[in-house]
């Protein structure tokens, strides 16, 4: 489902296997028990790389799975529990104690690219991939957090318009344009994957300390913090 | 120290010598009364504030060194900022900043306090060096840094990766209105903006008002801006 590795000075976190990577109540909380453990071994220059195999990073939440539940109300509540069980994720990540990048291998929707988004980088394939805010398509509403970290970290009110209400499936050169991604020029899921690998290296030799690259970090979306209740540690007077 | 000069009806704030221009108590208390004695100056509703510096820097920022002396000096260092701030915000007339040097941290901010920045190309940078050097950003700061940074992305770059930004990085970013050959050109060019300013606009204490209203979200960290829309005498920033 999820694996998390090492290599150097780099946390490579992956959804795995060739599916849509669905965010299923185990799938949430085994991301959220992997980020825990990156937390607890991070140290001066770790850096959290995301990404998936196969053709989706991820498509959001596992509607399949609420659609089970047998009835209306069943399936409404099995919604919920997934997107007041996903907010822990976005804030793990808000608070992680490293620069994180979004590696996106494919097709990243709704909760998988609120996902994407929850990371300080995200890069993209030029070739293929679509970012697709389906909820105004399937008739969802948009939880409260979703709409605060667009608002983060979309600037232009006409980019945050062409992600949520325009329910249009944005490539990657759109996507840079619209400055929804940091970059989109590679052309294999191994060349977003070298490309951030190169990006977390740079950033790892700077040997920052996480507790403070976390406490700026959280300082740059206060909305977003109150929010999910993530502690932004505000310093009315500096420890100078 | 700092020194004032009036350039046809133009006020030129300098801050002088070849130092680092550290924002210690002793200089933010002489140019805060340099602001006063242009304040109540007769020809204040049909002028233009300029602020440069000598030598190699802008203002490097608060004086670490003394701060680590005494501990309480650097609570005092940032009221003291926060008083100079508040008072570059209600001025009422349009502020320039020459930035003909480093800018870093609090010297930063404090040239991002003005309405225009113009910087020379030739060398000098705007760095905000927190996350470097290890210090917590006040949140004050963070209110800055959102006003006059538009873009998610650009406020991530100066505050996430401790960009340090050339003139023409900031021109780019939208942190800088305009860059210029060397640090004379700079000047100059301020000089030109200022008079243009002056023959276009009408009196002063409109301004003053309105750009409070603009950055009121700013007012409210440095000084506790109530709501009847007067700017708050009592300093709430030591929320201690």
Known sequence: MCTLEKRGDLFLLTLTGDGEHRFHPDTIATILSLLDQAKSQSKRGSVLITTGHGKFFSNGFDLAWAQTAGSKTGAANRLHQMVESFKPVVAALLDLPMPTIAALNGHAAAAGLILALSHDYVFMRKDRGVLYMSEVDIGLSMPEYFSALVRAKIGTSAARRELLLSGKKIRGEEAVGLGIVDTAAYDSAEGVVEATVRLGEKLAGKKWSGEVYASIRKSLYPELCGILGVEARVFATPKL | ?240
């Open chain 2, 1 to 240: 120290m700092c020194s004032l000069e009036k350039h046809g009806r133009l006020f030129i704030l300098k801050l002088t010598g070849d130092g680092e221009h550290r924002l210690n108590p002793t200089l933010l208390d002489s140019i805060r009364s340099t602001i006063n004695k242009i304040r109540s100056d007769q020809s204040s509703s049909q002028s233009v504030l300029i602020t440069t510096s000598d030598g190699k820097f802008f203002s490097n920022g608060y004086d670490l060194a003394l701060a680590e002396t005494n501990p309480s000096l650097s609570v005092l260092m940032d009221a003291k900022l926060r008083s100079l701030v508040a008072d570059l915000i209600s001025i009422p007339m349009p502020t320039i900043a020459a930035v003909t040097g480093h800018a870093s941290a609090a010297g930063c901010i404090l040239a991002m306090s003005h309405d225009y920045v113009l910087m020379r190309r030739d060398r000098g940078f705007l760095y905000m060096s927190e996350l470097d050097i290890e210090l917590k950003v006040p949140a004050w700061f963070m209110a800055v840094i959102r006003a006059k940074i538009g873009s998610p992305a650009a406020r991530r770059d100066v505050m996430l990766t401790a960009a340090k930004v050339t003139a023409e990085k900031g021109v780019e970013m939208g942190i800088v209105d305009s860059a210029y050959g060397n640090a004379a050109e700079t000047v100059e060019a301020a000089v030109r903006l200022g008079e243009e300013i002056v023959m276009r606009r009408g009196g002063g204490h409109v301004y003053g008002k309105m750009r409070e209203t603009l950055l009121r979200e700013v007012l409210v960290h440095t000084i506790g801006f109530d709501e009847t829309g007067s700017s708050g005498v009592q300093n709430t920033g030591s929320k201690l």
